[in-house]
């Protein structure tokens, strides 16, 4: 009995560091960079370009007929609206489309480059920089936590 109790702890404590989480280190990634960098996204970035002027256009020909709208109360004011809404929002839904088709082949390299980064360099979570400041995600980063230059020279 007295062994046992002698053989208890000794297994506990050989069974602790196995039981201890590891460390997730995050880092974080410029991807605007990072699509700049990949080979032949020229015309991806030309497209993203043409359906922001294209996109904001529209959008502030709907916000000026919404007003118009607002302070008339014209129904031929009202339908000029709505029409410039549907527009807009079918214009948006196909200019996503184009972007996503456009973006694919792009996004297996980059997210191949980023794997390869953070692996090599003992990260275990990579998010994206902007989207993290745009939705104030964190509140501090390290700068050495920025994988983009990293993952750059992976994608070359």
Excluded at 29 to 39: F, M, W
Excluded at 85 to 98: G, I, Y
């Amino acid at each position: 009995m007295n062994r046992i109790l002698l053989l208890l702890p000794l297994a506990l404590l050989a069974t602790v560091p196995h039981a201890a989480p590891t460390l997730n280190r995050l880092g974080f990634v410029n991807v605007e960079k990072l699509v700049a960098s990949v080979p032949g996204s020229t015309n991806y970035l030309n497209l993203r370009k043409k359906v922001n002027t294209d996109l904001g256009k529209r959008q502030a020909t709907l916000q000026t007929l919404m007003n118009r709208y607002a302070s008339t109360r014209k129904a031929a004011d009202q339908q000029a609206a709505i029409k410039a809404q549907k527009d807009f929002l079918a214009a948006q839904k196909t200019s996503q489309t184009q972007l996503a088709g456009a973006f694919k082949p792009l996004a297996t390299k980059i997210n191949s480059a980023i794997a390869t980064a953070a692996k090599k360099n003992g990260f275990t979570i990579v998010v994206d920089q902007q989207v993290a400041a745009r939705t104030h995600l964190f509140v501090y980063a390290n700068p050495n936590s920025d994988l983009t230059a990293a993952a750059i020279k992976a994608i070359k």
